[in-house]
Structures are given as C-alpha cells and as structure tokens.
C-alpha cells in the first residue's frame, strides 16, 4: 500500500509578487543547512527524526530516531 512520505526540509515567507516572480533558476533561502535535524512524517504521523545529508549532489534524509506512536511533529525529546 503506498504511503506518502513527508520531509520537510524548511519553510519561507514570501510576498506574493516575489512568488510570482519565480522561474527556473531563481533560489529559495531556508533557515535549515545539511546536518540539522527534521521530521520524517507518514500519513499526518510523526514516524522518524532524522538530519539532511546530501548524497551524489541531492538532498535525502538520515534516520537517527524512530520515534513512539505519542509523540508529537516538531516536539524534540531530551
């Protein structure tokens, strides 16, 4: 059965007419870099964290933690 995977590696604020203004090559700034941690979600559910590594010029993720059925995106366990 497939699911759908979600990592997501940052988020931006833009202004309308700056989204409009895209084309192939322009660039997207996000706060994140290779190495920080982030949420692997699977269908709305928190399953993994895990830190952006780059592998042959292309972003992938590497699972350090599979997390427990409770825990919530975004929160970090001590």
């Avoid at 203004?21 to 996000?30: D, I, Q």
């Avoid at 982030?38 to 830190?51: H, K, S, T």
């Avoid at 059925?69 to 366990?77: N, T, V």
Wanted: charged share 30%.
């Amino acid at each position: 059965m497939p699911l759908i995977v979600i990592v997501e590696i940052g988020r931006a604020v833009m202004e309308v007419q700056n989204v409009l203004n895209l084309k192939k090559g322009s660039m997207v700034v996000f706060e994140k870099i290779v190495g920080e941690p982030m949420d692997v979600v699977v269908g709305n559910r928190l399953m993994a964290r895990g830190e952006i590594v780059v592998v042959n010029e292309r972003y992938g993720v590497r699972i350090s933690e599979v997390t427990r059925p409770d825990e919530i995106i975004g929160a970090r366990r001590e």
